[in-house]
């Protein structure tokens, strides 16, 4: 393909552009699931992945920075008409790693997650702790656009199915289950954890 033949030309800067472009961008709302299927297309897998997993946590301790101190009054204004993200940040003060790890599992905004909890001055350090429990839905979203790009290289040279395709079709959707299940785990235990923190609170929550 000519755009992973050009991005291979680049070398390792290609990895260090990339990263740079997943802070910018995921910093302004660009979902992450885009650009990690799009690293999935451009790089081997392994360079993909790890391009994606490095871009997501500079871009956390990025968007912490800038909840902590640019953006803290703003989200404490979105805060007060947001019931439920008040309840995740109260809930969050009270148990920061095991719930920013959950947090980070379901399927609210890293980003917006990661404003928050900046503007709720966790520390630093369970912040990018948590921060890795990204890194299994990267890894699937990576391996779905490297899976695609052999898909079509399948498709347009004519040929079959082979053990091999098999074997990338299964590993994708055992991956999605996991994930799926992961996501349904923490989005339920997350909930109680809000509920419970929203009361004491004297907070009204919605479902997580």
């Not at 790089?43 to 800038?66: D, E, N, R």
């Amino acid at each position: 393909m000519a755009a992973e033949s050009r991005v291979a030309s680049f070398g390792a800067w290609s990895i260090v552009v990339f990263v740079g472009l997943f802070v910018i961008l995921t910093s302004v709302f660009v979902p992450d699931t885009v650009l990690a299927l799009t690293a999935g297309v451009l790089f081997a897998l392994p360079q993909g992945l790890a391009a994606v997993c490095i871009g997501g946590v500079v871009s956390a301790a990025a968007q912490y920075a800038l909840g902590r101190h640019l953006l803290k009054h703003r989200i404490e204004r979105l805060l007060a008409t947001r019931p439920r993200l008040a309840a995740i940040q109260n809930a969050v003060r009270q148990q920061e790693v095991r719930l920013q790890l959950l947090l980070l599992l379901t399927p609210v905004s890293p980003t917006l997650s990661n404003y928050v909890l900046g503007a709720a001055a966790v520390r630093f350090g369970g912040f990018l702790f948590a921060s890795i429990a990204l890194f299994p839905t990267f890894a699937l979203e990576v391996y779905l656009g490297y899976a695609s790009r052999h898909a079509i290289r399948v498709g347009a040279g004519g040929g079959h199915a082979r053990l091999q395709d098999v074997a990338t079709v299964g590993g994708l959707l055992a991956g999605v289950l996991v994930v799926v299940i992961m996501s349904k785990v923490a989005r339920n235990a997350l909930q109680v954890a809000t509920t419970v923190a929203g009361s004491a609170a004297g907070l009204a929550t919605e479902p997580v």
